[in-house]
């Protein structure tokens, strides 16, 4: 066979090779080695200031102008969160008639996060399914949290929260909050580095007495 063609075929397969090490670099549980060679595939100021904002949850006006300045960059970068308090609304209204017994329809409420391009990033999902047994007593069926519509490079990573009181009884609630790993991938080499952790939080309250169902949510 010709030499030509064999160290063609070497050299692709050395190329293949680096490309596949790039992209498990973040999975070598965070080594310096890892660390060190991620960060060096990404221009210095988009490093800084992804540092600035894992360090810090904010972006001060130099780091997003450094980050904007490279939009593929900028398009996988979760805008910090200028609201986090805490929010209540009423998913269900309050039944002056006696409640049914019954399953009820599912409650599935989430929070929204965008990139530093207004894109979105992805939905963080709560999902209660429940029924209302005699005495207005809730048995829970189903509970659970889900990432929805998620552009690929943020990462479900454990919960802070995971509360679950008063199955069974007349007066029932869901908590949980989550940890969201934002991780930016550099399309010309196929290495990832992760930046700030998000941790949505949401909450149902529901009554078994009068069907009230109370949604509390906070964007971290």
């Known amino acids: 066979m010709n030499i030509g063609i064999l160290r063609s075929r070497a050299c692709r397969r050395v190329v293949a090779g680096s490309i596949a090490a790039a992209a498990i670099l973040p999975m070598a549980a965070g080594t310096a080695a890892a660390s060190s060679s991620a960060s060096s595939a990404f221009p210095r ?6 540092a600035h904002l ?6 001060s006006p130099t780091d997003r102008a450094a980050l904007l300045r490279h939009p593929e960059v900028a398009a996988q970068v979760i805008e910090p969160q200028a609201d986090t308090s805490l ?3 009423v998913a269900s209204p309050i039944s002056t008639a006696k409640v049914k017994t ?3 329809p599912v409650q599935d409420r989430y929070i929204v996060y965008k990139t530093l391009l207004g894109f979105k990033a992805f939905e963080w999902h709560n999902y209660l399914y429940y029924c209302i047994q005699k005495g207005g007593k809730i048995k829970r069926v189903e509970r659970k949290t889900y ?6 490079t943020n990462y479900r990573s454990g919960y802070k929260i995971n509360s ?7 007066h029932y609630s869901s908590a949980y909050e989550e940890a969201v790993k934002n991780c930016i991938v550099n399309p010309k080499g ?3 580095l992760c930046t700030r952790i998000n941790y949505p939080y949401s909450k149902f309250v529901v009554n078994g007495k009068t069907g009230k169902v109370t949604y509390y949510f906070r964007k971290g």
Do not use: Y
């Not at 100021?45 to 992804?50: N, P, R, S």
């Not at 990432?147 to 690929?152: A, I, N, P, R, V």
């Not at 679950?164 to 007349?170: I, L």
């Open 54 to 59: 894992k360090a810090t949850g904010s972006l």
């Open 190 to 192: 196929g290495a990832q």
């Open 87 to 89: 929010h209540k609304t």
């Open 102 to 104: 019954g399953c009820r």
């Open 164 to 170: 679950e009181v008063g199955n069974k009884t007349a």
């Open 45 to 50: 100021e988009v490093v800084t200031a992804l």
């Open 147 to 152: 990432l929805k519509k998620s552009d690929g």
